[in-house]
């Protein structure tokens, strides 16, 4: 039977990453592997061919992977194999999946897709082929450079992996404005690899060559290890003259592109708002720091500016905002250095606060941009909680006058709800990764909105002549960015006039451009470098992302139509988008499916490989506490994994919570936790900064059902996310997604991560405390928590279990009776009265008798 096979895909503006990785044995050989991307007028078209073979006896599996950019719609791929040729078919997503659901209803299993970083997603086919057969891989996808800080990039991430006797890259440009500049970049080149790099450049053409030789691509000599492992990045900026921007026309469509150059930067009045709740603990608060020391220097003189924190308290640096002298900035980073973080979480508090120093703000320049950039990494848990509440707050309150950004920080965040608040006042959302460089992702961020020219900015066309015309009025313009509108030329019209109304920081503009619509058409005829009907395809990549954008802001009916608008023209000019996914016929074998997934998609616990299977997390029922043991064949009690003698959670009986059991150290006593925070935002546990290791979890909807755990090593940089239906290793930006359904184990330099199939989870690393979570499915699906080894914590180790490896004593009186049920409990400077309870320890064998432990009630 055919097999068609869906894979999810993510993209990133002006970035293509290229990983071609193949069975480990020797015998199937990439022998030819091409890059070939032409870029005309910004819009990229890219096909990437790879040609493997088996030279095997036998059958062997190869694999074609690729990273691509975020942005990036697929618009084809196909496999050939023995002269057959198995091509992809683009379908509305809704019938994609239905055939998908049936697929995975008789057994056959789902594509791989993984998230890789900020900027990728690896795109990811297996096929087998026989003895001696080769196979072809062709992939193609088209998007629209962005320009951001005045440069357009490529950055193909090159990883064959092996040696390539063909392996070549060709960028071609071509640009009619003229080519200002173009530099290429490289994170592996040597000496010897510079040879096989060219480049030709006249006014507006440019042609890089990448074609190394084998021995070039030789690490050593007398080895077979490749060189060709990192970044290859060409970047480049086009001539502008002050116009009225330029237009480019092709069979009727055109492309209208404005980057106004060397105008005066209105001032700023920007207020910062800057989470400071539990979850920013650590690393985060430190990055956040660090980054806002850098934005600070970057304030201009005429600049207005404050600083806004808050957990479930919201603090005003000061009462209004202040000029950016250096000594206010001074003062500001004093406040900037002292950031600690812990509480809650009033996000609609904070903003509010916000809008109201703006509106009671005095002195400010008349002529001026206010902005508001809010920096959270969790959900609402203090005031407001509500987000569709908070967003009606905000924007009523903002009224249209300000422009908000709103930055999310790692994966706890709900970035729909960022993105819907951002886009319905005037700015944008974007995510910050829980990277090594998420301070330097902060200060991009700012730079990029760090210099407004315009405001207010009106592209205007003539009404009667103009079809499907893409946005065209833009609330504000940044200095190294660019306006782009599109659309569709009717017959009739020879001239194209173009206004733009514009204000600056001195005065109002106006201006204007006449385009001869048969003159600009000359200009791309028998253009070698151009493919096909561009602009057109241009159009419909602008449209379609624009159409989305609007949707997410917009009422449930104009949401549905915009929706609708945008899936139209997905299939017509078949492009993988949020609303298509696209089948990929592969010979005799399973169907998989190929979705393309919004940032809001990448979100912990939901972003998931296709296939992966979601459980609903839902907390035990009827929490009814008990202090005596109940018996009986209808009281059944569910083990989780025995063996193990330090921390774990169990659940009791079947109509109660489960149980955290811990050991205190150095004291013939147990400890049972109830840990109650209804609250999403994940309850940091354990932190040991000699050990390297922190753990957070996240509860469902009952006491101690924790629905995830986040492991973090400082050394492997390694973060383990388990969730009750995958689990996630990230290391140096790469991501591994490991499955319930299978053991499994890797290591990582020392690092030992082990999956024993639908039970647990261990990680261990030499001289550290080794973490076990364990996988209970029933009634509803949680995960237990180990720790073992525990004498290796260091007297520094802190958090909700932490704190009771180091500084719990239980009060020891021996004048009192042994079988007391009540005693007092000291931990972190705190007195707890804690109750003796008996409870099933499924560490033990599972016919034993229960435990006697001292149950203690926490509110993080």
């Known amino acids: 039977m055919e097999q068609r096979t869906l894979l999810e895909l993510m993209v990133f503006s002006s970035l293509i990453v290229l990983s071609e990785t193949i069975d480990q044995k020797p015998a199937i050989e990439i022998y030819s592997l091409h890059v070939d991307c032409k870029v005309t007028s910004r819009f990229a078209h890219t096909v990437i061919t790879s040609k493997i073979v088996n030279r095997a006896n036998e059958s062997q599996e190869a694999t074609f992977e690729v990273e691509l950019p975020k942005t ?8 050939s194999i023995d002269g057959e040729v198995y091509p992809g078919i683009i379908k509305e997503k809704a019938a994609a999946q239905n055939e998908y659901d049936t ?124 060189l060709l492992n990192g970044d290859f990045v060409v970047r480049y900026d086009v001539k502008r003259e002050a116009t009225a921007g330029d237009i480019q026309i092709v069979n009727g469509y055109f492309v209208h592109y404005f980057a106004p150059q060397e105008m005066p930067v209105f001032p700023k009045n920007v207020i910062f708002v800057i989470d400071r709740s539990g979850s920013m603990t650590g690393r985060k608060i430190e990055q956040t720091r660090d980054a806002l020391l850098k934005i600070l220097q970057d304030l201009r003189p005429e600049d207005h500016f404050s600083f806004i924190t808050f957990n479930n308290k919201v603090v005003e640096w000061k009462s209004s905002l202040l000029p950016a002298t250096e000594e206010n900035v001074a003062s500001a980073a004093a406040l900037v250095q002292t950031l600690t973080a812990r509480g809650g979480t009033d996000i609609n508090g904070a903003l509010l606060t916000a809008v109201g120093m703006l509106e009671q703000a005095e002195g400010l320049p008349e002529r001026s941009v206010s902005m508001i950039i809010l920096l959270t990494d969790g959900q609402p848990t203090s005031g407001e909680r509500n987000v569709e509440a908070i967003q009606e707050n905000v924007q009523k309150a903002i009224n249209g006058k300000y422009a908000l950004f709103c930055l999310g920080f790692g994966f706890d965040v709900s970035y729909k709800f960022l993105e819907k608040m951002a886009l319905s006042n005037g700015g944008i959302a974007r995510r910050i990764y829980e990277n090594a460089d998420a301070a330097l992702q902060l200060q991009g961020f700012y730079q990029e909105v760090a210099t407004p020219i315009l405001m207010q900015i009106e592209m205007q066309y003539p009404e009667n002549s103009i079809e499907g015309l893409t946005k065209n009025n833009f609330k504000l313009f940044f200095e190294g960015s660019e306006i782009i509108v599109s659309g569709k030329i009717s ?126 997390m839902s907390g035990l029922r009827g929490g009814r506490r008990h202090s005596e043991l109940q018996t009986g064949s209808n009281r059944k009690m569910f083990s989780t994994v025995s063996r193990f003698r330090e921390a774990v959670i169990a659940q009791p009986i079947a109509n109660e919570y489960p149980q955290l059991l811990l050991q205190l150290p150095r004291q013939n006593e147990r400890i049972c936790l109830n840990i109650d925070k ?166 033990l064998k599972s016919d034993s008798e229960p435990v006697s432990c001292w149950s203690i009630d926490l509110t993080p």
């Open 491 to 616: 017959d009739e019209l020879d001239l194209l006039p173009v206004e733009i109304k514009a204000q600056s920081h001195t005065s109002n503009l106006t201006l204007t451009e006449e385009a001869n619509v048969k003159e600009k058409e000359q200009v791309f005829q028998n253009q070698k470098y151009i493919f096909g009907n561009f602009i057109e395809r241009l159009w419909a990549y602008l449209n379609i992302q624009q159409l989305l954008e609007k949707a997410i802001s917009a009422q449930e009916e104009d949401q549905k139509a915009l929706e609708a608008q945008a899936l139209d023209l997905s299939l017509q000019y078949s492009f993988v988008t949020p609303l298509t996914s696209m089948v990929v016929t592969k010979p005799q074998q399973q169907e998989e499916l190929a979705n393309k997934p919004t940032e809001a998609d990448n979100e912990k616990p939901s972003s998931l490989p296709a296939g992966g299977t979601h459980r609903l």
């Open 72 to 79: 990036a719609f697929i618009t084809n791929f196909s496999i």
């Open 103 to 226: 697929a995975v209803s008789q057994g056959q299993s789902a594509g791989l897709v993984k998230i890789t970083d900020r900027k990728l997603e690896k795109f990811h086919v297996s096929v087998n082929i026989a003895a001696t057969s080769k196979v072809t891989f062709e992939l193609t996808y088209e998007e629209l450079l962005k320009r951001q800080l005045g440069k357009y990039e490529l950055l193909i991430k090159v990883q064959p992996k092996q040696l390539v006797k063909h392996f070549q890259i060709d960028v071609h440009i071509f640009e009619p404005q003229g080519i200002h500049f173009l530099e290429t970049d490289s994170t592996f080149m040597t000496n010897e690899l510079t040879e096989a790099l060219t480049t030709v450049q006249n006014e507006t053409k440019a042609r890089v060559s990448f074609k190394p030789t084998l021995d070039q691509q030789k690490k050593n000599p007398e080895l077979g290890e490749t």
């Open 678 to 843: 209804r609250a999403q935002t994940p309850v940091h546990l354990l932190s040991d900064p000699e050990q390297g290791l922190t753990v957070t979890g996240k509860l469902g909807h009952g006491i101690n059902h924790f629905v995830q755990f986040d492991i973090n090593y400082v050394n492997p940089p390694v973060q383990i996310h388990v969730y009750t239906h995958v689990i996630l290793v990230s290391y140096n930006n790469n991501n591994s997604w490991l499955s319930w359904a299978k053991s499994a184990s890797s290591t990582i330099q020392g690092l030992r991560v082990s999956v024993e199939k639908e039970r647990s989870v261990t990680a261990s690393l030499p001289d550290t405390v080794t973490v076990k979570i364990s996988l209970v499915k029933f009634p509803d699906d949680f995960l237990g928590l180990y720790f073992l080894d525990t004498e290796r914590f260091s007297d520094k180790v802190t958090g909700v279990l932490g704190q009771f490896y180091s500084k719990a004593q239980l009060e020891s009186d021996s004048s009192k009776d042994q079988s007391a049920v009540e005693r007092l409990l000291r931990v972190s400077g705190s007195e707890h009265k804690v109750s003796r309870l008996h409870k099933k320890d499924y560490r």
